[in-house]
């Protein structure tokens, strides 16, 4: 089913794709290629964005991607949010395709041999920054520095180390995993069944399972 994204350039259609933790590893050598691109389209654009979370730690403690990481991470302002979208014709020209939005929360992902970029979008509440439950103190994302990242430029947050420790803590330096990914299908499936059949699942506790419990 397709779905449609309103820019000043026009309805911006896609195909949503299904992203979820545990999917896969990031490719490497792809996601450099996605991340250079999207970069470029917006510098084009005239928009400033920030690596973040995993993508900004990988960056700055790796100098590279974190090897376990799934995906990459990038952060905008929401008053921006409109120019991205208005970006998304340019980014499709590059193969960088929509897989999902989520308006609401402020989340945008787009994507390009099977790896793909979200981008958050941080909306201002009062000396607050917001994206769905995450919540900052504004200054973190308003100021902006410069890193060498991948043999180019790229914008991060000002103070990264400080900003690394709000986001992982003092031992942020140290990294916390290894192996492969887990395949989280059947808990992501299982939390979806639970949720559609709720009304069914109490009926059942109260009217069958809480008669016995009390016997």
Known sequence: MKKEIMTDNGIY???EVELYEGRKFLDPEIGKKNLLDFKKVMEKH??????????LLGAVREKNFIEYDEDIDIFVLN???QNV??????????GLKVARYNEKKGLLSIIRDNEYIDIYFYRKVLNTRRMGINTLEAKY???????DFLGDVFPVPANVEE????????????????????????????????????????????EYLKPIFKR
Not at 46 to 55: A, E, P, Q, Y
Not at 194 to 199: S, V
């Open 79 to 81: 008053e921006y949010r």
């Open 163 to 206: 900003v690394l420790t709000v986001l992982y803590g003092e031992d942020w330096r140290v990294p916390k995993r290894d192996g492969k990914p887990v395949n989280k299908t059947f808990e992501r499936k299982l939390k979806i069944f639970i949720k559609e059949n709720l009304p069914f699942i109490a009926t059942f506790y109260r």
């Open 141 to 147: 994302l308003e100021h902006m520095d410069t890193l």
């Open 85 to 94: 979208l208005n970006a998304l014709f340019d980014l499709e020209k590059t």
């Open 13 to 15: 259609s896609y195909e």
């Open 46 to 55: 005239g928009i400033v964005f920030g690596l973040w979370f995993g993508t």
